[in-house]
């Protein structure tokens, strides 16, 4: 294996190999952002990274990617969980200890539309974004620990209104309360990556999570092959909801959180 410098055309036939696990690389890589270290072999890459805040690794021989991450200083490494444990056995002796280690994270896949939840889902428009951002924020800090608001609000604000004009989010509604709101971390042509799927606390456990599922996924399914997403397999009330609106487990992540 050597390392090269990928063109965007062997970035999309080595995610292609891997359309769910690669969702995010893809999206980057057809968006131009980002930065990428890769290795070929016998003419096609073999391995995959993003370096970035998020550093994503993927394929085989992620080790050799330790450098770069290093410099990098990133905030998070995460991706298949084989791929991350290549590179974290190469990095760990020079980088900080994470805050948090999240092995086995199942990867979600859905790629039948499942019975309808008959929700006022809808995609958000810029009138919900004092709306979300405080949103947006509770799932950030529920899922990952940190409150963007403190670490960065003009940021994140900047962040969820960019996803509301990208047409990657979504909310259901109603007496100003949400019922359920998630978000396009990743969107390809073969797959679309949910995260931060959220419910106001004050309204949990009435099957508004499953509801809101089922119409978000009926709505992405019209225009993409397959939904995904990871979760922490310590989340039950998550993977219940996944279960329950027909999701089938893959492969397992792996995530750093710095």
């Given at each position: ?89 190469e990095a760990a002796s020079v980088m900080p200890r994470p805050r948090d280690d999240r092995p086995g ?56 209104r960019a996803q509301i004009e990208e047409g990657r989010s979504w909310l259901w509604l109603e007496d ?83």
């Amino acid at each position: 294996m050597v390392a090269v410098d990928p063109s965007l055309d062997e970035i999309l036939a080595f995610c292609a190999e891997e359309p769910v696990e690669r969702v995010f690389l893809e999206d980057i890589a057809r968006r131009g952002l980002g930065r990428f270290s890769a290795l070929a072999e016998r003419g096609r890459l073999s391995a995959l990274c993003h370096v970035g805040a998020n550093v994503v690794p993927s394929g085989a021989g992620c080790a050799a990617f330790a450098a770069a991450v290093v410099r990098g200083r990133p905030r998070m490494i995460i991706g298949e969980e084989q791929a991350v444990d290549e590179l974290w056995s190469e990095a760990a002796s020079v980088m900080p200890r994470p805050r948090d280690d999240r092995p086995g994270q199942p990867v979600y896949v859905l790629d039948a539309p499942p019975p309808p939840g008959d929700t006022c889902l809808r995609a958000a428009t810029l009138a919900d974004l004092d709306l979300l951002v405080p949103a947006c924020a509770a799932a950030h800090r529920e899922e990952i620990g940190i409150d963007p608001l403190r670490r960065d609000p003009e940021g994140f604000r900047w962040r969820t209104r960019a996803q509301i004009e990208e047409g990657r989010s979504w909310l259901w509604l109603e007496d100003g309360v949400i019922r359920f709101k998630a978000e396009a971390s990743a969107w390809t042509p073969a797959a679309v990556q949910l995260q931060q799927v959220w419910v106001d606390p004050g309204v949990r456990n009435r099957g508004y999570a499953t509801r809101g599922m089922r119409d978000l996924c009926r709505l992405l399914l019209e225009r993409v092959p397959s939904v995904c997403l990871f979760v922490r397999p310590e989340n039950a009330p998550a993977l219940r909801v996944y279960d329950r609106i027909g999701m089938h487990r893959t492969i397992t992540y792996r995530s750093l959180i710095f």
